[in-house]
């Protein structure tokens, strides 16, 4: 049995089945083992392209078993998945060595009766690969857009009716593109000539970001664990529309800001260097874990100023009334705008959750209005591109908070100032991950 394969279909099956991130899962199964640089491009193409087609592949197996994808045995679907990517994705793997390495993967996990299964569907699936043809004519456009590009039906629908359906293929074709990794520069610690210099140095295909003047683009580097200007905090990951966000905010030294969603806490830590590491920051969030996880990245930074405190986002105008300069509302929602960066997360979103977001992120916005100071800034982003959770949101809260205005908000985007009074980046257009920004101010 091969040992990337059998370390692949433990990555999807943590994914799928135990509902793991994939980035997590892989990095995770990636330490346990002893690869070759080879072999860990090899199974981070299996791994996350198997994951990222899961809904695609499910329904070309179906064209060949006699019962739903959901009733296979969990490990045996897995199999029966990285073995379809495999011989209709993968063209450098033969379609005889994905079968056989799967038959292999179905004696480990499976029993004789599995076995022959999925024997039998994979030989099928190379014998007739007609059957899984997708639709295609008159009527058929979203949904083959859909299967073609891996993403879930009712999504690309959602898309084609309120953006076009030029704008859906482009976006889908978006999050299928290989993610480049962003890094902010920590001003706290280096400039950005001086990180690209060392970046350089550690081996790393740098060059500077076009979006933030603290932006850095890694076209290509080593394992991030072993850069020691990673451990040195003279960097954080995060993408160039993330990066945009506090300085929309604007923080100055000696403020009092709070960021009220603030885990992982790139923003925060974006706040914090942005005021020279001089006043204070309060980062709450829901989940302990994900606050420890922020002072790990202050310390490695070397930032003084975060406050982490276990809140609610809807409890922020009670416990801070009146008391914050400036307010960031970076609020949950779908993250439609990061599914390149994410690869599982398009099969783990339905429409129906969809749909109650607006409301918990309006009360999210009413509760952190109400900490701001006479004079002070209120700012609402999200990680998506769906217009029901942005503009929407911003003006239903305007139509009932007389005291705050809505402010020129591309007018304080750092290097690419625009006339827009809200903000909506697109993945198609700008060539960063799709985010939403709106600037509104106390009078």
């Known amino acids: 049995m091969d040992h990337v394969r059998n370390l692949a279909v433990r990555v999807l099956s943590e994914v799928n089945e135990e509902g793991a991130y994939a980035n997590v899962a892989l990095a995770r199964n990636l330490r346990r083992a002893t690869l070759s640089d080879v072999d860990r491009r090899f199974l981070t193409e299996l791994a996350y392209g198997a994951v990222k087609a899961t809904g695609t592949l499910d329904w070309m197996i179906r064209r060949y078993v006699n019962r739903p994808v959901r009733k296979i045995a969990p490990m045996i679907r897995n199999i029966l998945r990285l073995g379809f990517y495999q011989i209709f994705y993968m063209d450098k793997v033969p379609a005889s060595a994905a079968c056989n390495e799967c038959v292999e993967l179905a004696k480990k996990y499976g029993h004789p009766g599995t076995v022959k299964f999925v024997n039998a569907v994979l030989r099928s699936a190379v014998r007739e690969p007609e059957k899984c043809a997708f639709p295609h004519g008159k009527g058929h456009a979203t949904e083959e857009l859909a299967l073609a590009t891996f993403h879930p039906q009712w999504l690309v629908k959602r898309w084609v009716k309120t953006l076009g359906y030029d704008a859906a293929a482009a976006i889908c074709a978006f999050d299928n593109a290989d993610a480049v990794l962003s890094l902010r520069t920590n001003t706290l610690k280096s400039s950005r000539e001086a990180l690209l210099a060392r970046l350089q140095a550690e ?170 100071k006479p004079g002070g800034v209120l700012v609402y982003s999200t990680c998506t591109i769906d217009c029901a959770e942005n503009a929407d949101v911003v003006e239903a809260f305007l139509a009932t908070h007389e005291a705050f205005a809505l402010a020129e908000t591309g007018a304080f985007l750092p290097t690419k100032p625009r006339a827009e009074r809200m903000v909506q980046l697109y993945p198609h257009v700008d060539g960063t991950d799709g985010f939403f920004i709106a600037r509104m101010e106390r009078k």
């Open 203 to 372: 081996g790393a295909d740098v060059t500077p970001s076009v979006w933030a003047p603290e932006g850095i683009l890694c076209m290509s580097h080593g394992a991030l664990d072993s850069m020691t200007s990673l451990a040195e905090g003279l960097f954080q990951v995060q993408d160039e529309s993330s990066m945009q966000v506090a300085h929309v905010v604007g923080p100055q030294p000696g403020e009092f800001v709070i960021d009220c969603c603030s885990a992982p806490g790139g923003k925060t830590t974006h706040l914090a260097a942005l005021m020279q590491n001089q006043g204070r920051i309060v980062a709450g969030d829901i989940y302990e874990h994900k606050l420890e996880r922020i002072d790990e990245n202050a310390r490695r930074l070397g930032i003084r100023i975060i406050d982490t405190e276990l809140l609610d986002a809807r409890d922020v105008g009670r416990r801070f009334a009146g008391q914050a300069d400036r307010v960031l509302v970076d609020a949950p929602c779908s993250g439609l705008g990061v599914l390149r960066r994410k690869p599982d997360a398009r099969w783990k979103k339905n429409e129906e959750d969809i749909k109650k977001l607006p409301q918990l992120q309006l009360d999210i916005l009413a509760s952190a209005a109400e900490a701001v």
